[in-house]
């Protein structure tokens, strides 16, 4: 069929020309929108600038076809063979292309935003600087694809693979990258904030200078991948494998990593701000140093000698102990949480919230802390609801005191800067916390009951395992002892010359020691 006769009854409201062979046939610019052209052989036909809006092209052949500029918005290219096609700068935004076989098309500038690519097969086929907003390529082949400068965010690759695929600079926020096949894949300054690779095979992938911040990539193998530079704040890697990743220089600021295996990785010049420093896999680790300054800027830095990274990566967490001598009652719980809900707004470092184990005679309420440092100050504030709270905090402040006293001619410089550090985070505690107005924050059934009245016993763990108990009513565990009767007993029965009986500082120091000492550059 000529083009003219096409043209003609196209014109006359024909729209069914299903199973034609329009092989090499030039229908450049022609407007055949909603047009029928299932099953229709079109290879090497010229349709670039055509109008093909809405058109029926499943199951077409389209090989070495040109469609530069073509219209193809909402087609549907279901099982169509366009490869080799000449695709450049064409629309193809909604349009279905479900297994459709695209290998070696040229896609240059291409608008794929929001289309349908299940399961298509793009082996080896150029997408630089396409579109493909929110477009759906779960299950799809991709490998060996040039995306460079790509923009795919919100896009949907669910399983598809990916070997080899070149994606630097490409735009890959909030995808879904789960369980795909990246081996080899270039995501050279890629951005892939907020995308799910979780359970994705990125062994080998280049992702030097790429954005991961927020990134979801548990389960995630990432062995030998080359993550110099990348930016993985607040991402995910819980279980992850790192072996023999490269992270020098990476941003790993408040990443979630427990269980990640890091075996023969490279952290040099990592940012490790409030990351935990246990339950990792660290045997045969390469690390000089690690900045864990809030940001990044050098401020704070540890440097390792021998086996220190051994001993810095299988830290236990610092945490604070809050032991209550009473179970937690239905409505003690509710106040116990406003009330560390509302001291929080005044003191950030307590907005996690803290976990609670409930026994049959006691509660234990436990704070995990980003380093050591915070230890004390965190103390000081968590004990705020509780009857104890003046005690155990005039036994924290003694402490400090008595350390600052005694460093400065008994401590060596590292200890002495352990007790520096330890001091200034102390006075900027005290300072945040002085605008909290403790009648508003604690109801009256905290004066009331008998759960925030109940003796208490404080202790701080270190990371070095190494406990301190900061203060131990002395009445604590003898509620159901017969207290009765003696003219030498303070509230509640405890002895007055024990009520605020202080730790001995060489057991402070001994704790102080435990601490792992921030040089700095």
């Known amino acids: 069929m000529e083009v003219e006769e096409i043209l003609q009854k196209y014109a006359a409201g024909e729209r069914n020309f299903a199973g034609l062979n329009l092989c090499e046939i030039n229908l450049s610019r022609v407007n055949l929108s909603g047009a029928n052209l299932s099953n229709a052989i079109l290879s090497v036909a010229n349709l670039s600038g055509a109008n093909l809006s809405g058109a029926n092209l499943s199951g077409a052949k389209l090989n070495v076809t040109r469609l530069s500029g073509a219209n193809l918005s909402k087609a549907n290219l279901n099982g169509a063979i366009l490869n080799v ?3 450049v700068r064409a ?4 349009a279905e292309l479900i297994q459709a076989s695209l290998i070696r098309a040229e896609l240059i500038r291409a608008e794929l935003s929001r289309a349908n690519l299940i399961e298509a097969n793009l082996n080896a086929a150029d997408l630089r600087e396409s579109k ?36 630097s600079g490409a735009d890959l926020s909030g995808a879904n990258l789960n369980n795909c096949e990246l081996r080899h894949v270039n995501f050279n300054r890629a951005n892939l904030s907020g995308a799910d690779l979780s359970g994705a095979n990125l062994r080998w992938a280049v992702l030097s200078g790429a954005n991961l911040q927020w990134a979801n990539l548990s389960d995630a193998k990432l062995s030998g991948a080359n993550l110099i530079g990348a930016d993985l704040s607040n991402s995910n890697l819980l279980n992850a494998s790192l072996v023999h990743a490269d992270l020098t220089q990476a941003n790993l600021s408040r990443a979630e990593w427990v269980g990640a295996d890091l075996s023969g990785a490279t952290l040099t010049g990592a940012k490790l701000y409030g990351v935990s420093r246990f339950g990792l896999k660290t045997d045969g680790i390469i690390c000089d ?10 401020t704070q830095l540890y440097r390792f000698v021998g086996e220190d990274s051994k001993k810095f990566f299988n ?12 179970p937690l009652d239905q409505e003690s719980n509710f106040v ?60 924290i402040i003694t402490s400090v005191k008595q350390l600052r006293a005694h460093a400065t001619n008994h401590l060596s410089i590292p200890e002495l800067r352990r007790v520096q550090q330890l001091s200034t985070v102390m ?6 916390i002085a605008a909290i107005d403790l009648a508003k924050i604690f109801p009256p059934i905290v004066e009331r009951s008998s ?25 604590f565990g003898k509620r159901f002892m017969n207290q009765a009767g003696s003219p030498n007993q303070g509230p509640a029965g405890m002895p007055s010359s024990q009520q605020f009986a202080m730790p001995p500082l060489s057991v402070v120091i001994d704790f102080i020691k435990g601490f792992y000492s921030i040089e700095s550059q």
């Open 451 to 475: 759960f925030f009245q109940a003796p208490t016993h404080t202790i701080l763990l270190n990371s070095s395992d190494r406990s301190l108990s900061v203060y131990h009513h002395p009445s």
């Open 289 to 298: 140093w690690v900045d864990i300054s809030p940001h990044g800027d050098h």
């Open 85 to 87: 096609a000449n695709l």
């Open 315 to 326: 830290q236990t967490p610092p945490t604070v102990r809050i032991v209550i001598d009473a």
């Open 427 to 432: 006075s900027q505690a005290l300072n945040q």
């Open 336 to 395: 116990l949480a406003a009330s560390y809900h509302k001291i929080a707004q005044q003191y950030p470092s307590l907005s996690q919230p803290p976990s609670i184990a409930v026994g049959y005679r006691r509660t234990v309420i436990t704070f995990r802390v980003e380093s050591d440092e915070q230890l004390f100050p965190t103390a000081y504030v968590a004990i705020l609801p509780f009857e104890n709270a003046a005690a155990t905090q005039r036994n």
């Open 91 to 94: 629309n193809l935004s909604e």
């Open 132 to 167: 493909l907003r929110q477009v759906n390529l779960s299950g799809a082949n991709l490998s060996e694809a040039d995306m460079r400068g790509a923009s795919l965010a919100g896009a949907n690759l669910e399983q598809a693979k990916l070997n080899q695929t070149d994606l």
